[in-house]
Each structure stands twice: as structure tokens, then as C-alpha cells.
């Protein structure tokens, strides 16, 4: 069997299976020693592969084929991953282990340590690498190590190949190895964090910002989806921004370079430095940031609700720094002015309204939420209309907050707007009188919708449903759960409401819960092309158990073989029900 899998195993064949961009990564994997273990076993090859945590692969010839699967996300999906790659790899360059020269006693980090506290560092350093030269990570690990201890400079230029190392995309990262990017480029940051208690501030301010630039550079060549970006951006500006209070640089140096950075405006890197750096700059560094803050402010035109929004977008960078400075100063009459430059939506009014309220100048505030309202009488921004409604009740004048919130109903007959007519209303002590006049602009919504429809889809983004929806939602947030129930028999609701129906009604109504299920399962399963089956498989278990309670379990079995037989291509979807199959083949 060795033999035969060596000879199956040509770099073609791995590199056809894996693509251009797990071959490479799995070739450094296997390159790197992260291959933990090769064994024979089970007439095949396994293997334990570190990545960012431990996973087994297996490789084994059945039928003159090669047959592979790892346990990690994409291994997961039925792909030739990177730790199949590297197992493949290590498989076929299977070499005896080279003996190491004895010594006395093998060095540790704790005997590095007590080495460089001799003069001659160069010499023990060469010696701590020599040590560690068949091991990756524990070289880079003795490489910061000594170099913690060797001097800043020193240190900190570990610190920093250390970190480009781990920024660099060499083509482009997709979502399934972005966490694992993100958790190497994490632990590089973890080193400038340790050079910062070691007392290196001075050092590290613009190595911060040199990797910032690598990390703003790199992540356009990253599916960041799970945002980690933001993550290691907000690390390291707190790197930079303690080490600065700990540095104390030239404050006005200082300012010019953040201004810089918030004026290109990229990924928000040092957005709102005025605010946040105020200390660190003082009265001179703020200074300097306001005078360049100042020149670019004049080029920003004034808006109006008659203006638009075309162009503003190329000034919020300048618009975000003069907030930020006035938020510094403390002063809430230059927030407004700031503020006010552009009134050209709602939000903006409502924005000076909180600022007026938060300094306890209410009547200013309410003043300013409604000149909002009568610029932007239909359509306007909803916090506008709630901030308002406060402020009326603040005046004990709780019809016309209601009738605020009743306008913003009826623009968006939803769920949260009803939720929020009762909120206003019950504060009125009116509403069963609004709830009623709600319902029933609901039920007008959709006869109109209906009608309008004629048998044709209607958007499910459309606030004129055809369908109950609304009503279905209404009725559960209510707790009416019966009345839900009869509202989506009579007139459907949206798939994710049944769901809501089945879960709410299972324990007393299990004969309306189980079908529900099974057919949901189904229809996700059809729609599912992306090799995650979980949510198929759930709503599975839990039509199992409902069937099983009324002694229908031989029928879910056989609605269960069905969906099998009709989708057997769908390999992992019939790999979770094997793993799944003591909860869904109950006695």
C-alpha cells in the first residue's frame, strides 16, 4: 500500500486536485514541518496537521482511486484542502528522521536567556538559531526572544519581519482561510504588544503605522466577511496610541501625520484622532491639527434639504475630523455649526437634537428635532420622529408624539413601526384604540396588495404583501399564538415565519409542528450549494422528534430514505446524517 499511494500521488495529480491556491499553501504547510504525525493506519495514511488548530487527514486508495478527507471547514465541503496537500507531500517525501548531534542537555529558552546576559550577543544568538534550526516556530520564537533582550532596535525589527511575514498575501485569501490569516496576523501583533511592556514605545510608534499601511494593503486581497479586519486595525492603534502616551513624541509632528491618515480616509485607520489622541497632543499638538483641519473645512460646501447628497460622500473624512475636535473642545455650539454644514437629511437635525438633549438643553433640542420634521415632512429619518415623540411626552403632550409615530406606520407598515406606535400609544394610555386602527390598516394593506397582484409574486422586500405575514408577525410578538396560526392557514407567510409557527405550537400541537418541518427541510436542501447542510439536518432532527411523540417515527424514516435516494450527490449532506443518525432513526 505505501508503494501504491507514492506512485498515485504525483505532483499533478496534487495539484490538480487542489488548485493553484491550496497547493501553495499546503506546500508551505508541509515545508514549515506542520505535518504532526504521518502514520499508516486503517489501510491508509493518517496524518495530524497543525493549521490554526489541529486537524486529521486521511488518504487511501478503494477502487485504483485516491480517497481523502480532512476535518477542517473546507476539507468539510469535500475539497482537496491545504492539509490534504501538505499530508500528500509529506507522504511522498517520507524520509528517516536525521539524528541530532548529542548534547549534554538540550537547550531551552530558559538557558537562552541566561547566555545573553553574556557580552558577546552575537555570538549566543547564532548559537540559540543553531539550536533551533530544524524548527520554524521555535527559531522565530528564540529569534523575538533574543532579540527582546539584545535592544530596541534589534527587538523590534524581529517584531516587525515577524509581522510582515504573517500580513502578506502572496494571491488572494477567500473566506474559509480568512480566520486563520487573521489569527497569525493577530499573533504578530501579540509581539508588538510585548515590546511595548518591555519599554520600547519609542520604537514601535512608526512601526504601528508601517503596519497599518501592510494591513490596509493586504486586506483587498482578503474575503473579509467576519470583519477581522477591523479587529487587528483597533489592536494595533491601541498599540500606538499607549505607546505614544508612554513615547510622549514631538505633538505636533504627531498631529500632522494622524491628520494624514484620517484625511485619505481609507478603513477608518485613526478616525476621530483629535478626539481620541487629545491628551497625547495637548493644547499645541490640537492645535496644529485644527489649523490643517481648517484648510480643507473652508472647501466643504454648505447643504440644505434642497442641496441632495451628491459629491458629500469625498468630504466625511474632514467632516468626521472637525466633529472629532469639536466633541475635544467640549463645546456643543461647535458641534452644531459642524454638524449643520450639511442638512440634507434628516439624520443630521435628529444628530443636533441628541447633541442639544445630552447637554441637558432640551428646548433647543426639541427645536431643532422639529425643523427636521418640517424639512423632511414625509419619508424623514425614524429616530427623528422618535426623538420628537419624546420630547412631546417630556411635555405631557402624548397624542402628538402618537401621531408622529402613527405618520411613520403608515410609510412603514412593519413589525418595529407597530412595536413602536404601541410603546408611544401605551404612554398616551390609548392603545387598544391604535392597536385596532392598525389591524385594520394592515388587513386594508393586503386586500389592496391583493388585488393589485392578481396572482403575480409580489417582492419580499414590499411592504404590500399579499400574503399574512405582517399579521403572523403581529400575532406572535403579541403572544396570540393561535391567531397566528389561523392568519398564516388563511393567508401563507414567509417560510421563516413557519418555522417561528412550528416551534411555538410543537409541544401542545405536534401534528401542525412535524410537517412543517419536513417540509422546510426539504426545501432548504434543495436550495443549499454551498456543502452546509446544518440547518437541513436540525429541522430533520426536529421533525424526528415531534413524529416520534405521535408514534410516527416508521413514516419519518421513510420520508428520510426518500430525501436520501434524491440526494445522494450531495455528499455532505449524507456524511451529517450518518454523523446526526442517532437522533433521526429513533426507535
Not at 491550496?22 to 505535518?35: I, L, P
Not at 469535500?78 to 536525521?98: I, S
Not at 519609542?202 to 474575503?223: H, M, N, Q, T
Not at 408622529?404 to 410609510?411: H, P
Request: glycine share 6%.
Amino acid at each position: 500500500m505505501p508503494d501504491d499511494l507514492s506512485n498515485l500521488l504525483t505532483d499533478t495529480l496534487i495539484r490538480g486536485l487542489a488548485g493553484a491556491q491550496s497547493y501553495q499553501r499546503g506546500f508551505a504547510y508541509f515545508s514549515n514541518g506542520q505535518v504532526a504525525s504521518l502514520d499508516e493506519s486503517r489501510g491508509g495514511v493518517r496524518a495530524a496537521v497543525h493549521g490554526t488548530q489541529e486537524y486529521t487527514v486521511w488518504l487511501k486508495i478503494a477502487g485504483g482511486e485516491l480517497e481523502y478527507s480532512c476535518d477542517c471547514p473546507v476539507g468539510d465541503d469535500g475539497a482537496f484542502c491545504k492539509h490534504c496537500v501538505a499530508t500528500a507531500l509529506a507522504w511522498r517525501n517520507r524520509a528517516p528522521k536525521p539524528q541530532r548531534r548529542p548534547t549534554p542537555k538540550e537547550p531551552t529558552i530558559d538557558d537562552a536567556g541566561k547566555l545573553l546576559k553574556a557580552e558577546d550577543k552575537e555570538t549566543v544568538v547564532r548559537m540559540i538559531l543553531e539550536w533551533a534550526k530544524d524548527d520554524d516556530r521555535l527559531r522565530e520564537r528564540l529569534i523575538l526572544y533574543a532579540a527582546r533582550r539584545s535592544g530596541p532596535e534589534q527587538a523590534v525589527a524581529a517584531a516587525w519581519r515577524a509581522f510582515q511575514k504573517a500580513v502578506r498575501v502572496r494571491d488572494f485569501i477567500d473566506y474559509r482561510e480568512a480566520s486563520s490569516w487573521a489569527h497569525d496576523v493577530s499573533e504578530a501583533i501579540g509581539t508588538f504588544e510585548q515590546l511595548l511592556h518591555d519599554g520600547h514605545a519609542a520604537a514601535l510608534i512608526p512601526r504601528c503605522e508601517s503596519a497599518l499601511r501592510s494591513l490596509v494593503g493586504a486586506i483587498e486581497s482578503v474575503d473579509d466577511s467576519d470583519g477581522h479586519f477591523c479587529t487587528l486595525r483597533d489592536d494595533l492603534e491601541d498599540i500606538h496610541l499607549r505607546a505614544c502616551q508612554q513615547a510622549k513624541p514631538d505633538p505636533e509632528e504627531l498631529a500632522e501625520r494622524l491628520f494624514g491618515w484620517e484625511l485619505q480616509g481609507g478603513f477608518d485607520v485613526f478616525a476621530n484622532a483629535a478626539e481620541r489622541y487629545a491628551k497625547v497632543l495637548g493644547t499645541k499638538g490640537l492645535n496644529r491639527f485644527r489649523q490643517l483641519a481648517e484648510v480643507e473645512w473652508k472647501k466643504v460646501p454648505v447643504r440644505t434639504s434642497e442641496s441632495g447628497r451628491v459629491e458629500f460622500g469625498r468630504h466625511y473624512a474632514i467632516t468626521s475630523m472637525m466633529e472629532s475636535l469639536a466633541r475635544a473642545s467640549g463645546d456643543v455650539e461647535q458641534l452644531v455649526a459642524v454638524i449643520s454644514r450639511d442638512l440634507s437629511s434628516g439624520y443630521n437635525y435628529w444628530r443636533i437634537a441628541e447633541a442639544y438633549q445630552k447637554a441637558n438643553r432640551h428646548d433647543q433640542a426639541l427645536e431643532w428635532a422639529e425643523k427636521g420634521l418640517k424639512a423632511f415632512p414625509e419619508r424623514t429619518d425614524p429616530r427623528l420622529r422618535e426623538f420628537a415623540a419624546e420630547e412631546y411626552h417630556r411635555r405631557k403632550r402624548h397624542e402628538d408624539a402618537v401621531q408622529l409615530l402613527w405618520t411613520a406606520f403608515l410609510e412603514h407598515p412593519y413589525l418595529e413601526t407597530y412595536q413602536t406606535l404601541k410603546k408611544h400609544a401605551a404612554k398616551a394610555g390609548s392603545w387598544p384604540q391604535w392597536r385596532e386602527r392598525a389591524l385594520a390598516e394592515i388587513r386594508r394593506s393586503i386586500a389592496q396588495a391583493k388585488e393589485k397582484a392578481r396572482g403575480k409574486p409580489v417582492p419580499h422586500w414590499s411592504s404590500a404583501r399579499a400574503d399574512h405575514s405582517l399579521l403572523v408577525e403581529i400575532f406572535l410578538f403579541e403572544r396570540k399564538g393561535d391567531e397566528a396560526w389561523r392568519e398564516a392557514g388563511e393567508g401563507g407567510c414567509s417560510a421563516s415565519l413557519w418555522l417561528q409557527l412550528a416551534a411555538a405550537r410543537e409541544q401542545e400541537h405536534p401534528e401542525d409542528a412535524g410537517p412543517i418541518y419536513l417540509e422546510q427541510a426539504e426545501a432548504t436542501l434543495a436550495q443549499v450549494s454551498n456543502g452546509r447542510y446544518e440547518e437541513t439536518v436540525e429541522l430533520l432532527v426536529k421533525a424526528a422528534k415531534v413524529m416520534k411523540r405521535m408514534d410516527r417515527s416508521a413514516a419519518f424514516v421513510r420520508h428520510l430514505e426518500a430525501l436520501r435516494a434524491k440526494y445522494k450527490i450531495k455528499r455532505n449532506f449524507i456524511k451529517l446524517v450518518e454523523k446526526k443518525r442517532s437522533s433521526l432513526y429513533l426507535a
